[in-house]
């Protein structure tokens, strides 16, 4: 039968994806029972607010699972693989935003506008992974377009605001800014050089080969959630001193040609999009313009004349929405209403 409310779990609660987690279960009347939010031993005492109640933040530990149905993850992948399991064994269905799961093949990586047919698949470990931030809106612009004409090769460069390596990230280019300005030495700490009035082209480890992981998750994600693992595809994602909202320049090559029209005729009626494009009005999307909001802005559509069946898209969204808590709670909306 049935439930009429779901006892939910944050971990990562004081973060900046679990605080946007918060928001959007409470903006989009997600039929919550309990809201436990639990953090490190850092937030003890610490209260949050939801529906103008406040919620006393607790130390995640083993036993911090009993009574939940459903637990969002978004503390780190070394908290994942030790928590998400337990969560798992107490019964709760688990929706995962780190990288810890992601590429396990009994794992399903979803995004609900691209791939919801593989929430199901829940069944076989109890976990469901939500993708990394900057694969969910590409995504989101890829399906419809390769339902249409069949992708056949994707580049992609990112511009990634600092909030996707959370909290700590966004204080350290607010202080840096405010150093630059003050002729005070900047400090460093989540990033491997100054961030503020750069772009650092180097997002988590470099791996064999050159590339870095955010690269290789943004390949291999993709392939997995359109289900073609020969997509031929490459990435460069670049950090930028823009506190919230990830912008990308997506170069897409197709197998039947479509037209800068045809485009936008399909992103339009496309799930999760919004079109904004109309360069005579300098009208193109933009972080400032995407934060909060839950669409996938996609601009400056044109042809690639370059190569046989090219097109241009620039895709931006915000990270810490639909990149992040929003694919989560949208994951979680389908589970109760299908599953749980
Ligand atoms: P805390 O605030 O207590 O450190 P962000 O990605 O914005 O940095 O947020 C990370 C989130 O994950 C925070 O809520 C942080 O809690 C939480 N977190 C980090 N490490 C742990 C841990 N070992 N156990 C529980 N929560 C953790």
């Known amino acids: 039968m049935k439930k009429e409310k779901y006892n939910v779990a944050v971990v990562g609660a004081t973060g900046a994806v679990g605080e946007e987690m918060r928001h ?33 933040v607790d130390v995640l530990g083993e036993d911090s699972f009993k009574g939940i149905d459903l637990a969002l993850f978004s503390a780190g992948g070394s908290v994942s693989a030790k928590f998400a399991p337990l969560a798992v064994n107490a019964r709760a269905v688990v929706v995962d935003n780190t990288a810890c799961f992601r590429m396990e093949p009994d794992i399903p990586l979803v995004v609900p506008e691209v791939n919801p047919q593989e929430i199901g698949r829940y069944k076989d470990r109890g976990i469901i992974a939500n993708p990394n931030c900057s694969t969910i809106q590409m995504v989101v612009a890829l399906k419809p377009i390769h339902d249409a004409a069949r992708i056949k090769r994707v580049v992609v460069s990112t511009y990634q605001s600092v909030s996707g390596a959370g909290r700590m990230a966004m204080e350290e280019l607010s202080h840096q800014v405010s150093a630059l300005f003050n002729g005070k030495e900047i400090e460093k700490q989540k990033f491997p050089h100054q961030i503020a009035f750069n772009c650092i082209p180097h997002i988590d480890v470099f791996l064999d080969g050159g590339y870095t992981k955010e690269e290789m998750k943004m390949i291999n994600e993709t ?24 912008s990308e320049s997506v170069n897409i090559e197709t197998e039947k040609k479509l037209t800068a029209k045809d485009v936008r005729a399909i992103l339009r009626e496309a799930p999760g999009i919004l ?41 931006v969204a915000d990270n810490l929405r639909k990149g992040a808590a929003l694919n989560a709670v949208q994951i979680a909306e389908v589970l109760i209403r299908d599953y749980i």
């Not at 009347?29 to 850092?42: D, I, N």
């Not at 313009?289 to 620039?314: C, F, H, M, Q, Y």
Request: aromatic letters at 6%.
């Open 24 to 56: 959007v279960l409470q903006e989009r009347v997600f039929p919550v029972g309990e809201l436990r939010l639990l953090a490190s031993e850092r937030s003890a005492g610490r209260t949050l607010q939801f529906r103008n109640k406040e919620i006393r």
């Open 223 to 246: 392939r997995k959630i359109l289900g073609e693992p020969s997509l031929r595809m490459t990435a460069t994602t670049v950090r930028v001193p823009v506190f919230c909202g990830h």
């Open 275 to 315: 079109i904004c494009d109309e360069p005579e009005k300098n009208n193109y999307p933009m972080p400032i313009d995407a934060v909060g909001k839950d669409a996938t802005l996609v601009g400056r559509i044109r042809e690639d004349d370059s190569v046989p069946n090219g097109i241009n898209l620039w895709v």
